[in-house]
């Protein structure tokens, strides 16, 4: 998917939201989480570790920087979710 692909389904998912979005994990964003409070976007582990590969790094320098920096990091109420998943 890409990022105008995942704004569109975003503005028609839930029109005037603002949703924080990861750069460069595209492929990995599975949909947003829909309950009461802040709109926030999920994401695959396993789709977000291999497109970190895909961009350069060894699969253990992605599962190291997925953690620290994308899982790791806390933006407030706007985090994404991370999920694994049986199939991707």
């Avoid at 029109?15 to 926030?40: M, Q, W």
Wanted: hydrophobic letters at 40%; one cysteine or more.
């Amino acid at each position: 998917m890409t990022r105008d692909e995942i704004d569109n389904f975003i503005e028609e998912t839930i029109p005037g939201e603002d949703v924080l979005v990861a750069d460069g994990l595209e492929s990995a964003f599975l949909g947003i989480e829909c309950r009461e409070g802040t709109p926030r976007a999920v994401y695959s582990v396993e789709l977000a570790i291999a497109a970190l590969n895909k961009q350069g790094m060894t699969h253990e320098e992605a599962t190291e920087y997925f953690w620290f920096n994308c899982a790791g990091a806390s933006v407030g109420d706007q985090t994404p979710v991370w999920v694994n998943c049986i199939e991707y």
